[in-house]
T-cell receptor, first 115, second 122 residues
Framework: KQEVTQIPAALSVPEGENLVLNCSFT??????LQWFRQDPGKGLTSLLL?????REQTSGRLNASLDKSSGRSTLYIAASQPGDSATYLC??????????????FGQGTILTVHP | GAVVSQHPSRVICKSGTSVKIECRSL??????MFWYRQFPKQSLMLMAT?????????EQGVEKDKFLINHASLTLSTLTVTSAHPEDSSFYIC??????????????????FGSGTRLTVV
């Protein structure tokens, strides 16, 4: 069974801190991994997409890494700001069999950045 | 680019009625769209995969007669919750996968999500 786990479930940090969100997946045969942000009552905003052939992607203050062999991905947020407060979701994308093209989501990490 | 529009954003209906939710890809064609359901403080659960011009593929445990999916064009998929009951109250989100530029065969690209629909059945 393909499962995605995110740790921690919640994180509260003061503004300015660098932080790391963790995502692990049980099936290393992923095709891509995508990180999303969800604000309360809203849809998902794509942050970064890492293809299986890549090890990391960067966008502004965000950096996501992917290690297929260990089944892990991390999202690094530099110099956190109160506007970064949201739920962060990682999703594994598989290319084979009945999981073709589907996203398997983790439970999310609720991030609160206080001034 | 790669925008998915979902309507309505919020709907309240009486028990026993039906509700239709629309998901449109605005600037790309989507042969495949996905419908998710999200309960409070929980992650997204895939309900079904909507395929243009063919029947939707439902996940295990999802009632196909209750959640009717129609994907009649390359830019529109609809989810109809039939004979809604209070337990159907939830947040429904659609997703589509834009094609990679210049790519003819399927290739995973960043998935784009709609803004979601909050359904409340009273």
């Amino acid at each position: 069974k393909q499962e995605v786990t995110q740790i921690p479930a919640a994180l509260s940090v003061p503004e300015g801190e660098n932080l790391v969100l963790n995502c692990s997946f049980t099936d290393s045969a992923i095709y891509n991994l995508q990180w999303f942000r969800q604000d309360p009552g809203k849809g998902l905003t794509s942050l970064l997409l890492i293809q299986s052939s890549q090890r990391e992607q960067t966008s502004g203050r965000l950096n996501a890494s992917l290690d297929k062999s260990s089944g892990r991905s991390t999202l690094y947020i530099a110099a956190s700001q109160p506007g970064d407060s949201a739920t962060y979701l990682c999703a594994a994308i598989y290319a084979g069999g009945t999981s073709y093209g589907k996203l398997t989501f983790g439970q999310g990490t609720i991030l609160t950045v206080h001034p | 680019g790669a925008v998915v529009s979902q309507h309505p954003s919020r709907v309240i209906c009486k028990s026993g009625t039906s509700v239709k939710i629309e998901c449109r890809s605005l600037d790309f064609q989507a042969t495949t769209m996905f419908w998710y359901r999200q309960f409070p403080k929980q992650s997204l659960m895939l309900m079904a995969t909507s395929n243009e011009g063919s029947k939707a593929t439902y996940e295990q445990g999802v009632e196909k007669d209750k959640f009717l999916i129609n994907h009649a064009s390359l830019t529109l998929s609809t989810l109809t919750v039939t004979s809604a009951h209070p337990e159907d109250s939830s947040f429904y989100i659609c997703s589509a996968r834009p094609p990679s530029p210049g790519q003819g065969r399927w290739r995973p690209y960043g998935y784009t999500f709609g803004s979601g629909t909050r359904l409340t059945v009273v």
